[in-house]
């Protein structure tokens, strides 16, 4: 698609540096006669030799790209002043309306929710954004430097959209491997815009709507209020994360940049794991620590949902949200990732921190800024790499299907497309910072999910360091089975062959206790 069309020079020079390999066949046409790799391809949208854009706005209004609000085909029929819309009234571009009301006064929370309204009038009823106004009127404490400086600020950056875009914004769509780099001035001006709800033919999520098969962007949802407290604390906590991050990029320019890369197994790449012989690799496990603090130069696991980012911009604040709040320029990947297949994971590299936090769930609190001091590679991108790979969910009375070989095969198979070797890493070969992968909302077993990711590390020859999240006794007892299984030169294949045995005995005892006497004796096949 985007190969086809003629590359402005520093465009090819960036995607040179980048694309170490490129496949010769294409994603959207890997049909089962074709089954190699597809094709990789890099889009470097940030300018960073020059910050005028060269040519006017490029706009595309298609299914392979991001439908941006200031698109001369995003128009509207009235204006949401206007009572009601009649069919003979023309239609506004929208950006004008948006710009206007962005531009205008606005000098509290009742102005501020009018403005989101004003160009998403069909929403006016059925968005409740009395969340917004609570916590600006209720919760924070120095309401008018956030309408003084921050609000206007933010606005500013969103109507810099048209500036920052000459060309238009490829989506990550299913069965893709590419790339999208960003400056992260142009992430901040997206996700200004997804605070002010701008991004056209996001807000219907229903099935078979348009973007369905999208993550939403725009930020109504976590501007939802609470009949009893006003506001959820986890939203709370969200928008002091997101405020936080929108005035340290206004009080300074962040000049690096951040690649998303959507990463697909082909089949011709899936390994056929029960005949494997590499030995298990290196597997350090900790009970203290976190992914997050403890895993810097490593390839830090992102618990996450299909929909990337899951419910960051609703109620929930498990592992990935939680990540998302703190390091926020991971948002903008639901403005361009289609929700994953089994056998895809998102790659985010350079993605900077601005936030602490204590708690977790319903007791997880914003505690204050944090300065990420992370070296930056060549492209400006700090040293931070985060794969997002979905677990299945398994609902409480049916956790047992998790032992089905089919459903490890799954879950072996995303790890690995999540560990493996990427074109646009900045860490070559890290280990893997992970942990109870797919074991809190989704209900897995830490003892089959620690196990299935030491094969999939094994495989893409990284070494594994697992925090076992406090989790004294498991992480006990994960270091006797690794130490017995690496002792006794247990094989990659072996360990898959056994794990997919296990189903017989599910009820008799757990997964450690069947390996343990699997491998203690002699007969290790
Ligand atoms: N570092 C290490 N381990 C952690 C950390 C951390 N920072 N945070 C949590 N854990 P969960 P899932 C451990 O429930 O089951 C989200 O909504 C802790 O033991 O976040 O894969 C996504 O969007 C915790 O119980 O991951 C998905 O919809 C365990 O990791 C869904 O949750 C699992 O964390 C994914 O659920």
């Not at 990947?333 to 921190?353: C, D, K, N, Q, Y």
Request: one cysteine or more; proline letters at 6%; charged letters at 25%.
């Amino acid at each position: 698609v985007e190969q086809d069309k003629p590359r402005k020079p520093r465009m090819l020079t960036m995607a040179r540096m980048l694309a170490k390999r490129q496949k010769s066949d294409d994603a959207s046409c890997n049909t089962e006669e074709q089954l190699g790799p597809p094709v990789f391809k890099h889009w470097v949208l940030c300018n960073f030799s020059d910050s005028t854009p060269i040519d006017p706005p490029q706009d595309e209004w298609t299914p392979l790209y991001v439908k941006l609000p200031c698109s001369p085909r995003n128009t509207m029929q009235w204006d949401g002043d206007q009572q009601a819309p009649s069919h003979d009234q023309p239609r506004f571009a929208k950006w004008d309306v948006i710009r206007t009301h962005l531009q205008g006064p606005i000098r509290d929370a009742n102005d501020l929710t009018q403005v989101l309204y004003a160009y998403n009038p069909s929403f006016r009823r059925r968005w409740d954004l009395s969340g917004l106004e609570y916590y600006l009127n209720v919760v924070v404490g120095d309401v008018p430097a956030l309408f003084e400086k921050i609000i206007p600020g933010m606005a500013d950056l969103a109507l810099r959209l048209p500036q920052l875009f000459p060309e238009p914004i490829p989506f990550l769509r299913k069965g893709s491997n590419s790339a999208i780099t960003l400056s992260q001035m142009q992430i901040v001006c997206l996700l200004a815009n997804a605070f002010f709800c701008t991004f056209p033919r996001r807000n219907d999520t229903r099935r078979g709507a348009e973007h369905a098969t999208f993550p939403s962007i725009n930020f109504n949802s976590l501007f939802t209020g609470s009949k009893r407290k006003g506001l959820d604390m986890n939203r709370v906590g969200k928008l002091h994360g997101l405020f936080n991050y929108f005035r340290r990029v206004l009080s300074q320019n962040p000049t690096g940049s951040v690649t998303f890369h959507r990463r697909v197994l082909s089949p011709s790449e899936i390994p056929d794991w029960s005949t494997m012989t590499e030995p298990l690799g290196p597997m350090e496990v900790r009970s203290q620590g976190t992914i997050e603090d403890d895993g810097e130069g490593m390839l830090q696991v992102d618990f996450a949902n299909k929909f990337i980012g899951g419910g960051v911009l609703g109620y929930g604040c498990v592992q990935e949200e939680i990540r998302f709040i703190i390091n926020p320029e991971l948002l903008v990947s639901r403005l361009f990732t289609e929700e994953m297949l089994p056998h895809e994971a998102v790659l985010m590299i350079g993605a900077e921190r601005f936030s602490n936090y204590t708690g977790y769930g319903d007791t997880f609190e914003w505690a204050g800024n944090y300065v990420d001091k992370t070296e930056r590679d060549g492209l400006g991108r700090r040293k931070t790499e985060i794969v997002a790979i979905d677990a299945m969910y398994f609902p409480p009375g049916r956790a047992e299907n998790q032992y089905r070989a089919e459903m490890i095969l799954r879950e072996v198979n995303k790890a690995f497309v999540g560990f493996g070797h990427s074109e646009t890493s900045c860490l070559e070969g890290a280990g893997v910072a992970t942990g109870n992968w797919g074991c809190g909302a989704f209900n897995g077993d830490p003892e089959l999910k620690s196990l299935v990711q030491l094969i999939a590390a094994s495989v893409a020859k990284r070494p594994i360091l697992y925090f076992t999240f406090g989790d004294e006794d498991l992480a006990r007892r994960l270091r006797d089975v690794y130490e017995l299984m690496t002792g006794r030169g247990v094989s990659v294949g072996q360990l898959f062959r056994a794990l997919t045995e296990y189903w017989a005995c599910r009820r008799q005892m757990g997964i450690f206790e069947f390996l343990k006497r699997r491998f203690s004796s002699d007969a290790t096949t």
